[in-house]
């Protein structure tokens, strides 16, 4: 696609519920990340994705945060067990770079506003 | 710890009136610093890379210039469109992720 996917744009879930966030990157984008904002907070990274290379995951805040990708495209964050402080708007970024490093930064997502009642 | 703090955190101007927005870092081995623009409701878009101290970039109305413990935007005669948040992000060398700053607020009124 033109840009980068992320689905749903809202989701409102109760406390202790598992909750899936999906991303569909541009495509041929070999670097997926994923970044959440809180009211307030400055974008804080959580794990990213290298073509087939095991992601780095130092960014999860907690053993309930996961995210997998499949075939090197589309990924999914899961949050297990949702907490209020999970709340946030969950941000997806994809860029052309084979390295960690892009010159011209990240395309994001419009992001998944993520609310836990 | 890298740490990047952002100032002023809003800032209204009047349609025209130049100004500039502050990026303070510390980052060990600074591999670039970026500028995004967000609107309400959307991702962060991409406006620079700033690499190392004495560099300069422009892109319209925007000027984004780098030295060893900051970097600002100037915006030269802004127009209401520019309203937006802009947010500074630092990447160290070796690193997968960016450190993003809070951002500034500005609000440009015609």
């Known amino acids: 696609g033109a840009g980068v996917s992320q689905s749903p744009s809202n989701k409102v879930t109760e406390k202790g519920k598992d909750v899936e966030l999906r991303c569909d990157p541009i495509s041929g984008h070999t670097a997926l990340y994923w970044y959440r904002q809180s009211l307030g907070q400055g974008l804080e990274f959580l794990i990213y994705?290298?073509?087939?290379?095991?992601?780095?995951k130092s960014g999860l805040p907690s053993d309930r945060f996961s995210a997998e990708r499949t075939g090197g495209s589309v990924s999914t964050l899961t949050i297990q067990r949702t907490q209020q402080e999970d709340s946030a708007v969950y941000l997806c970024a994809s860029s052309l770079s084979r390295g960690r490093f892009s010159n011209y930064g990240y395309t994001f997502g419009s992001g998944t506003r993520l609310t836990v009642v | 710890e890298d740490q990047v703090t952002q100032s002023p955190e809003a800032l209204r101007l009047q349609e025209g009136e130049s100004s500039s927005l502050n990026c303070s870092y510390t980052v060990s081995g600074l591999r670039g610093l970026f500028w995004y623009r967000q609107d309400p409701g959307k991702g962060p878009e991409f406006l620079f890379t700033?690499?190392?101290a004495g560099e300069e970039k422009e892109k319209e109305r925007l000027k984004a210039t780098l030295t060893k413990k900051e970097s600002f935007l100037h915006i030269t005669a802004p127009k209401p469109e520019d309203s937006a948040t802009y947010l500074c992000a630092v990447q160290r060398g070796g690193a997968d992720g960016l450190t993003f700053g809070k951002g500034t607020h500005l609000i440009i009124q015609p």
């Open positions: 994705f290298q073509g087939n290379s095991a992601p780095d």
């Open positions: 700033l690499y190392s």
